[in-house]
């Protein structure tokens, strides 16, 4: 008996990994199973009061969502349920990039981010990325930062820019950051050969360049960034403090009335300021 076993529990077991690609290829109950369950426990997370409950709920749904972004056909899945999921595509649509974050009882935030990128159009092959926030991790102009060292953020738009024959996506991102203040930033992924990278010398603003831009400003007010399709600029509102006795307190910052932005030229983005809204509008 023992003789004839093996080979069944052998041919069973092949069996079982020669069907896992069709079980990802096939992935749409299974997308739509997991789906659903993200959906039941962010409605956990917002019923928690407890920090700890909810990061250890947000540590299920995070292994859930890479479960699903594991599988190649999540790249074109809508996600159109959970709402709590920020989910864009860059302007080239080869990256996709995800978001989402939990509220804690300081005003502070544990974010969560994934990155899928696709070689070409045509091609299957989807490279998944997960982005781990490292609590307490400065977020600052100069420094770079990798998938495993994350400052956290949540992202809105991806921007695809083609220089020297090497593709980099510009992200604008926004950052809760604390009760009294709230950042939002413009960041640049890279893909190298050592793997992705964020942040590159690219923003030239007053003769000097930076890896990213940061602005931060009172958590009572918006901020306007955004990229402008039509006339390729990012566009964003020029801070200001409300009273000139609060200059670089940030709680204390917001829009002023005038805008200012960033064209992209010869591989850099360069500060374009005092942009007349109207006239691109």
Known sequence: MKFHCF???????????LLMPYLCEAQGITLITKEKETEKLWSEIKGSVGDQHK???GSRIDSLIIDMLSCRESFSYSFSSLKYLGKIYSTDSLLRVYSWNIPLSDGTNR????????????????????????ENLPLNQDSIYTPGAWYGALYYSVIAKNCKNMTSYTVLGFDLNNYFSSKKL??????TEEGLIFGSPVFMDDERSTRRKIYEFSSQVTMMLRYDHKFEKIILDHLSPSKTEYEGRFQFYGPDFSYDGFEYRDCMWYKVEDIDLKAIQ
């Open 7 to 17: 080979p069944l529990l052998f041919i069973l077991t092949i069996s079982f990994f």
């Open 55 to 57: 990061l250890e709920v």
């Open 111 to 134: 974010y969560f981010g994934y990155i899928q990128k696709k070689e070409s159009p045509s091609s299957e092959n989807i490279q998944f990325i997960h982005l781990v926030d490292v």
């Open 186 to 191: 413009i960041d640049v992924i890279t893909f």
